[in-house]
């Protein structure tokens, strides 16, 4: 039972139970308005009856030529919704708007090395490995560079993984 | 910043790179020499000037900074040849506003701007200073000369948002800018000609309305006139539009907008069929709505609120549109408002089979096994039947039941097998809260049995038995029924009156033995343990299998400690939270309980502990931070207060700052519902009563740390100016309309706000308590509503107790009380001060002043405020404090404001000192007897508490606390009053010494203040030597009296039931020769360890409060001779 509508501020005085999570990272204000008021489109919640917010993803669309694309920077369920398939649909809810309205050619995401369990999710919905980041996390934790092509992609050219790793400084975008 | 390299002036470019590469690399000395140097060239460049300036202010030198600015200010200014150019504009404008001169940048572009007035980019940045500034109506009137000079569409949609904000915060209020039009004839002339070149004539209808409507007439003309001749190319544009219609209740001329080529903006269909169908049916064309609804939920069938939408539609409610998202967006209700008596019998009837008929198709056609929205439907559907007065009985069951899991599909299964749907679920139980509520008793305990009948023959998957056995319980404890279980396995313990409401209850339920409250707990933990191996082979950063099992294990302990005071249960459901935290560590709902119950124990720098691993940060600091800050906020660990108070300032306050330039990001990437928003929600934050109230805390603590050194206690006093900025912040402007951001739900039941804390009472086992959510504006779901008033919820319990749940209005009026009390204090600390000096001075010398007189006026204008907000007129409260001191009333009466009223005797004290107008019954000529007065309240009530207090370990919710905050605070203050008087009377010049002087005074006085020392000394003495043996005592000797609650060898009732089933899993964990995860986590697991814990936590307690009547203490007896 989902209503997936846009995020707007007062969701952040209701996302505790969300964001209480040790996995799930609260970014300090600036960061969250400054997705609102670029990427509003790739900022969506969530809610079960009685309003409860299930879950949300935030991202955000950038690039030039063909690694114009779109970047899921958070995507989190609440421990009371997992297991019930509500990521992929937020996923495929960002793909949609990254393919429709904004034509990128893929959507990319970094996540941790060692948090297997999303990484393995990301596999079912069609991501691969395209790189590994070294350090990327605090300096600490190699991220890996996931990606799936979209539609403007014919040739899947955006999917061709990368032999060796990379590190912070080589990529692209933050 | 290094980007914004340039040569205003005809300065070289590589001599800014060269400075701003300087800042950007925090090497701000060698960036001044550099900008020094670039000033000694190019004496009169104002750019030259704001470098500087910016690099002072960096450096941390604000008041020079402010000095070149200005410089720089005048510069541009002055010199007529000058080109204004943006880059000294904009860095003058960053300096200005780290210096918190707004004023200054906003007056700097509006000099460019009228000196070149069609520079589009000088105009942006002038925009911008006023979106800093919050000047709506500034922001349209340059939006519009932008929009007149190059006519784009974004410039116009910033004039418009800016017509929007002035009608969220002038509402009802005409507008600066409309409201001055009749008084200034130039403005109004402006608005004239505006409306004549938007309509081609001044209409009547433009000149009848009030000021809102014609701002909104005004964006509507500006609007319609752009789309004739450019159209619109942006969906947010589009939206705004669309708004400035709905806001004027135009909505059909909207919804023709929406679906002729502009609609087309907005290219994900159900988007805009989402906002067709609401102006659809806020033009209460529900026929039409309906169908544009049907569309959605084809197209997203488990999209739970267009169904809602949909049902409205068709049963003609417009509910939905005007409930909770107008008025709170944070508390939203559980349950879905509705009307239905409008509607004529047969109407309802064909509706009702339409949505049915509806709702069957999406099942049918639902391809997905986590579609629930077509099942929960059939709920809706039934509870609106039944609020209809329609229902049929058993139609809202089965379709609970069925949700639950579902008869097999006869043509493949056998029929009487049963699969299951969603009641494994773990959100099955809140799916179907607001449906539970609509069903009378006998149906929730026939509902139970078919439901455990149930989950017994539906799945044999093992995680899926275990999940609905999880729902079984939450169905439990949403209807109450645990509540109502017998403590063991004797008869139903309570007395009820007979034929009383709660004897009904009672009597109704059939209680299976095995639903003993202490069974349940043994049941739940013992299931949690059985079903971990089920979860061995997960992450260890997933959530475990049956997690929810140990914090509901958790709340039935806590049940049974508050209904037989029993302190092993409370010490048992520690052990079971501890023991779940020792497998996985990252469990938050665990770690809030355990919180909670630390706190409890007056352990709390364990509660504090376990709350910084939940990492709370940023926004979570307004939404969580309740769950710690309150407590802290009485107890004596000022360290860790002090940062807990540092960070969430700073976070508000940050954001406060930076709020109004993330507003223009929106403005300028074009994203203007966000502009709107963003706007609210800072207004939001800043209006918090949480934020309030820190903001006037943190200055006390300030106060209190400082307490045992008059000068020091001045000191912060200055900074405060006196008093006087707490002052302003409970001013009515400020306290208006408060907000409550904390996010309650998390709380524990027992206590479901800071303020309310069920284990400190009632306990005569004959209560009730429910879950509840205090937040909500609403109606609150509970199982036993019996009776709702619109304006107020009373909830019966259904034994014996009756009480009114706060409604955010009374929450509000009281929050504003409290914040104004708290406000007063350093103000009528500092006037004690200096009428405590004075009146001695008129002892020494003689020489009362008219300035005394203001003093005197204004501290008792602060009482008659203080004893206000307490409820009483100065008279009266007066009285009662005498009463008090008599012996004429007791404590009790003053309840939780005890602290309040104590603070209120010593200021009154330090009035009446110089004052001498209070008209008390003669003393015995000891001097002032409102100084005997405080100093009698002071000693009686500290001596009565410790005589009742027990050690800490074994009476947790002590009165700790209280005595915590006697000593901080009415004690701490009449030390200052004292220290005042003592220092005024020593002879000028000597005055650092503070001995052997109050002999020479004698006087009446002189012996009241000796007295009062020798009164504070004493209790001071009393409380330090308590602390003492509390300290001194063997921790091994507290640690078995902690354990041996637990271990009761023998017993197979009582506390320890639950805690030996947690050790002999540990010990057969231990035993096996699996090497999982889990067996490994517990190796780490020792009971003995968390009773070592919780006694050294106390322990700090008592020092840290020990160590400041120590201080305290002695900073008095220095005051002795």
Excluded at chain 2, 239 to 252: N, T
Aim: with cysteine; hydrophobic share 40%.
């Amino acid at each position: 039972m989902t209503t997936i509508r846009r995020f707007c501020c007062n969701d952040l005085l209701r996302f505790s139970s969300v964001n209480l999570d040790h996995l799930t990272e609260t970014f300090n204000m600036s960061f969250y308005m400054t997705y609102l008021a670029r990427w509003p489109d790739y900022f969506h919640v969530a809610e079960a009856p009685g309003n409860r917010i299930m879950g949300y993803i935030m991202g955000k669309v950038e690039g030039q030529g063909e690694s114009w694309h779109g970047h899921v920077t958070a995507v989190t369920v609440a421990p009371e919704y997992r297991r019930q398939q509500l990521a992929k649909k937020l996923m495929h809810m960002l793909e949609d708007i990254s393919d429709k309205i904004d034509k990128a050619y893929f959507v990319d995401l970094f996540v941790r090395a060692s948090n297997t369990p999303a990484i393995k999710m990301y596999e079912k919905l069609g991501y691969i490995i395209y790189r590994r980041v070294l350090r990327y996390y605090s300096g600490e934790e190699d991220g890996l560079d996931m990606r799936k092509a979209l539609s403007r992609d014919v040739e899947k050219k955006s999917m061709i993984p990368l032999k060796r790793p990379v590190t912070p400084d080589e990529l692209e975008y933050d | 910043m290094a980007s914004k390299f340039g040569m205003p002036g005809g300065i070289p470019e590589r001599r800014v790179r060269s400075i701003w590469d300087a800042v950007d690399s925090r090497q701000f000395k060698a960036a001044l020499k550099l900008a020094t140097s670039l000033l000694s060239k190019y004496p009169n460049s104002p750019y030259a000037l704001a470098l500087k300036a910016l690099i002072l202010e960096r450096m941390g030198k604000p008041d020079e900074a402010l000095s070149v600015c200005l410089n720089a200010k005048d510069k541009l200014y002055a010199n007529d040849a000058v080109q204004i150019d943006d880059l000294t504009l904009s860095t003058l404008q960053i300096v200005f506003q780290r210096l918190d001169r707004l004023d200054l940048a906003t007056s700097c572009y509006e000099f460019a701007c009228g000196k070149f007035p069609n520079n589009l980019e000088l105009m942006m940045g002038l925009f911008n200073c006023y979106v800093r500034e919050y000047s709506f109506v500034k922001q349209q009137q340059t939006a519009i000369k932008m929009y007149k000079v190059v006519g784009e569409e974004r410039f116009l949609l910033w004039a418009v948002c800016s017509i929007q904000l002035q009608m969220v915060y002038c509402h009802g209020k005409p507008t600066i800018a409309l409201s001055n039009g009749h008084k200034d004839k130039t403005k109004w002339e402006d608005w004239m000609a505006w409306i004549t070149w938007i309509y081609g004539s001044v209409t009547e209808e433009v000149l009848c309305g009030d000021g809102e409507d014609k701002l909104l007439l005004l964006a509507e003309g500006l609007l319609k006139k752009h789309i004739t001749s450019h159209s619109l190319h942006e969906p947010e544009a589009l939206l705004v539009y669309i708004s400035v219609l709905e806001q004027q209740a135009k909505y059909g001329a909207a919804s023709e907008i929406l679906s002729g080529k502009l609609g087309s903006l907005l290219i994900i269909e159900v988007d805009r069929l989402r906002i067709q169908g609401r102006l659809l049916a806020r033009a209460c064309d529900y026929a039409a709505a309906a169908e544009i609804y049907q569309k959605v939920i084809e197209s997203c069938p488990d999209d739970w609120e267009c169904f809602l939408h949909y049902l409205g539609c068709l049963l003609e409610d417009d509910s939905s549109w005007c409930s909770w998202s107008v008025n709170d967006k944070i508390h939203p209700p559980k349950f879905v408002d509705c009307k239905l008596s409008h509607l004529k019998d047969d109407v309802f009837d064909l509706q009702i089979s339409n949505a049915l008929a509806f709702v069957q198709k999406l099942q049918v056609e639902s391809s997905s096994d986590f579609i629930r929205c077509p099942y929960l439907a059939n709920l809706e559907i039934e509870r609106r039947k039944r609020l209809y007065g329609k229902g049929d009985d058993m139609k809202l069951i089965e379709a609970l039941l069925d949700y639950f899991c579902s008869k097999g599909n006869p043509a493949s299964y056998n029929c009487q097998l049963t699969i299951v749907r969603f009641g494994h679920l773990a959100c099955f139980a809140s799916d179907v809260e607001m449906f539970l509520q609509v069903l009378t008793i006998d149906e929730k305990m026939d509902l139970l049995k078919k439901l455990m009948k149930l989950s017994g023959s539906s799945s044999t998957v093992p995680i899926k038995v275990l999940g609905q056995s999880i729902t079984l319980f939450k169905i439990q404890e949403l209807f109450g029924t645990l509540f109502k279980l017998p403590v063991s396995g004797v008869a139903i313990p309570y007395s009820l009156e007979p034929g009383s409401e709660a004897a009904d209850v009672c009597t109704t339920i059939v209680l299976p033995r095995w639903l003993k409250l202490e069974s349940t707990a043994i049941q739940m933990t013992d299931m949690y343990c059985q079903n971990l191996p089920l979860s061995k082979d997960l992450d260890p950063q997933e959530n475990m299998h049956g997690e929810e099992l140990l914090s509901m294990a958790c709340n039935v302990l806590i049940q049974l400690f508050w209904r037989t005071r029993h302190l092993g249960y409370l010490l048992e459901a520690i052990m079971v939270l501890e023991f779940g935290l020792t497998i996985r560590r990252y469990v938050w709902q665990y770690k809030i309980l355990l919180l909670h119950l630390y706190s409890y124990l007056s352990a709390l720098p364990l509660a504090y502990e376990w709350y910084k691993t939940l990492e709370v940060k940023n926004i979570l600091f307004e939404t969580v931070s309740h769950h710690i800050l309150p407590q802290m906020l009485i107890s004596p660990l000022w360290v860790d207060l002090i940062d807990l108070l540092k960070d969430y300032l700073k976070f508000m306050d940050d954001h406060s700052r930076e709020s109004a330039d993330l507003t223009f990001l929106a403005y300028r990437h074009r994203n203007y519902s966000k502009v709107i928003e963003f706007v609210q929600f800072k207004e939001r934050l800043q209006h918090s009563n949480q934020y309030l109230m820190a903001k006037i805390e943190e200055p006390i603590l300030q106060l209190k740390q400082k307490s045992d050194n008059i000068e020091e206690v001045e000191c912060v006093l200055e900074s405060l100016s006196f008093g006087m900025e707490l002052l302003e912040l409970s001013s009515e402007n400020r306290c208006k309309s408060l907000t409550f951001n904390e996010d309650l739900q998390s709380r524990p039941w027992w206590t479901p706000a800071a303020d309310i804390n069920y284990l400190l009472g009632p306990f005569d086992g004959a209560s009730f308590c429910p879950r509840e959510n205090l937040c909500s504006t609403a109606f609150v779901l509970f199982p036993f509503v019996t009776s709702i008033v619109k304006s107020e919820v009373f909830i019966k319990f259904p034994f014996l107790i009756s009480w009114k749940l706060p409604q955010t209005k009374e929450r509000e009026a009281n929050a504003r009380k409290v914040i104004e009390r708290r406000s007063l204090l350093p103000r009528m600390l500092y006037l004690s001060i200096q009428c405590a000096s004075s009146s001695m001075k008129e002892n020494v010398e003689t020489n009362g002043s008219i300035s005394n007189t203001k003093l005197y006026s204004e501290l008792k204008c602060l009482l008659e405020r203080f004893a206000k907000s307490l409820g009483f007129p100065f008279n009266d409260a007066v009285k009662d404090i005498v009463g008090l001191s008599i012996g004429d009333k007791s404590f009790e009466v003053f309840n939780s404001d005890i602290i309040d009223w104590m603070n209120f005797a010593v200021f009154l004290n330090a009035w009446n000192l110089g004052s001498h107008e209070l008209n008390l019954p003669d003393g015995d000529g000891r001097g002032p007897v409102s100084w005997h007065m405080v100093d009698y309240l002071i000693e009686k009530y500290t001596l009565e508490n410790l005589r009742s207090m027990q050690p800490l370990i074994r009476a947790p919710g002590s009165d700790l606390p209280v005595l915590v905050q006697l000593v901080t605070e009415p004690l701490a203050w009449h030390g200052l009053v004292i220290n005042s008087c003592v220092r005024s009377s020593l002879p000028s010049g000597k005055k650092k010494k503070k001995s052997g002087h109050v002999d020479q005074l004698n006087s009446l006085l002189s012996q009241a203040i000796q007295g009062s020392i020798q009164s504070v000394c004493g209790v001071m003495e009393e409380v330090t030597k308590w602390l003492r043996e509390q300290i001194n005592k063997p921790e091994d000797e507290n640690l078995d009296t902690l354990l041996s609650l637990l271990m009761r060898r023998g017993l197979n009732e009582g506390p320890g039931q639950v805690f030996q089933i947690l050790e002999a899993f540990a010990a057969s964990t231990r035993d096996s020769v699996l090497c999982d995860r889990i067996s490994q986590a517990l190796l780490q697991w020792s009971p003995v360890g968390v009773a070592r814990k919780i006694i050294t936590s106390q322990c700090t307690v008592l020092s840290e409060f020990l160590r400041i009547c120590e201080s305290n203490l002695k900073s008095l007896k220095a005051l002795k001779q």
